[in-house]
């Protein structure tokens, strides 16, 4: 009996040493933790920012989708409102293509709006609301036409209804576009939805 007792004795401690986790020689450096949240930003200071000019919001591309930044732009005092919706129109535009913030680029924020876009009003025979851009909408990039219709919809920019009626500096046709969930959700694959405008 007691010869069994002491052969159990090592083939128990051999099986109780087999139920530990076992260490590993591999390196396991999964690097320094994120330092902000994906697609998060400090809620800016409303006073500060009424200060600076009037409070909009851009959209910027985010964790591939469309995510509203806030910005301001400037409107001289006792502008007439057809030319306000102009100013803001352009203000925005700027705002879009201006590079993010060390902030925002840490959070993930791109735009794929480029520099050097210009926005103007109707021309003759045009609906009232027309906003004519110095690049035909139809040749942006499926991200910053979504940026821009999307942007504009939230804006003084737009029409009532949210829509905005686009066009070109040619004679290409305008279209009313709207920004839909989809498209703020999937800017690089859906692109705003339009109509053709037939005039004013």
Known sequence: MTVRRLLAVPLLAALLTGCGIRSTQVPTDFGAAPSRVQCSL???EVAAQASRGLPVQVFLLCGSSLVAVDRTVRVPDGTADSQRRVLVAQGLLDQLAATPSAAEKEAGYTTDVRGGMTVGGPRAGDP???LRLSTPPGDLTSFALAQV????SDSAAAQGDGSVILGGPGRE??????CTDEVRSRPGTARPPSSAVTGG
């Not at 046709?173 to 709207?178: T, W």
């Open 149 to 152: 219709v999307c942007t504009f």
């Open 42 to 44: 400090p809620e800016p």
């Open 128 to 130: 009232e609301d027309t």
């Open 173 to 178: 046709p305008l279209h009313r576009y709207e």
